[in-house]
């Protein structure tokens, strides 16, 4: 099994509608990220969370909420979708230790018709 | 905000040849500098990083320069092979005890010519 298990890997939603995407590790780490890829835009921060009661916004959290269910699961809801939130949208995590990278999920691409 | 800059977005080589990616940071306080590979369908994964209080850091054929002065760090890939195609990203956070968030680069694209 993956690190890091991002669910679902492909979704189609109308525009107006609620979805959430979902994501769970089996790292044990306390720090978690949601992360959005756009063509020639990189990566950027949506929200994070360093443990289950600190939940912070990153540079493009505006029409995006999460919840931290638990240690292990960390889920990102778009509240009313818009065309413009189509894109590629990651979760990672982040040990404590100073040798540990992030671990990044496979990805759930989300398009908005 | 920390804002990094990374050139070139697409990058060309032949087999064999070496690859050069830059990246610029604007924070100073910025002291963790890693380097992510990411391959069609899947996630960025990390492939080699740097902190600030070194210079340079090499694994096999990767290896990472850092310019604390200039606030500038390179990713440097020798003897290229077809497998190192992919997109790399570059990133910059500052690491703290309470917790870190990366800031990366736009990315760019590398092809390997066989």
């Known amino acids: 099994d993956a690190d890091v298990t991002q669910t679902p890997r492909n979704r189609i939603t109308k525009t107006g509608k609620r979805i959430m995407l979902e994501c769970s590790q089996t790292?044990?780490?306390?720090?978690m990220y949601w992360y959005r890829q756009d063509p020639g835009l990189g990566l950027r921060l949506i929200y994070y969370s360093f443990d289950v009661k600190d939940i912070n916004k990153g540079e493009i959290s505006d029409g995006y909420s999460v919840s931290r269910q638990a240690q292990a699961k960390f889920s990102l809801s778009l509240e009313s979708a818009i065309p413009n939130q189509t894109a590629l949208y990651f979760c990672?995590?982040?040990?404590?230790?100073?040798?540990?990278?992030?671990?990044f999920g496979s990805g759930t691409r989300l398009t908005v018709v | 905000g920390e804002n990094v800059e990374q050139h070139p977005s697409t990058l060309s080589v032949q087999e064999g040849d070496s690859a050069v990616i830059k990246c610029t940071y604007s924070?100073?306080?910025?002291?963790?500098f890693p380097w992510y590979k990411q391959e069609l369908g899947k996630g960025p994964q990390l492939i080699i990083d740097i902190r600030s209080n070194v210079g340079e850091k090499k694994d096999q054929r990767i290896a990472v320069t850092l310019n604390k002065t200039a606030k500038h760090f390179s990713l440097h890939i020798t003897e290229t092979q077809p497998e190192d195609s992919a997109v790399y990203f570059c990133?910059?956070?500052?690491?703290?005890?309470?917790?870190?968030?990366?800031?990366f680069g736009t990315g760019t694209r590398l092809a390997v010519r066989p």
């Open positions: 924070d100073s306080a910025s002291n963790y």
């Open positions: 790292k044990g780490h306390d720090r």
């Open positions: 990672a995590t982040r040990g404590t230790g100073r040798e540990n990278g992030y671990t």
């Open positions: 990133a910059a956070s500052i690491s703290r005890s309470s917790g870190d968030k990366l800031t």
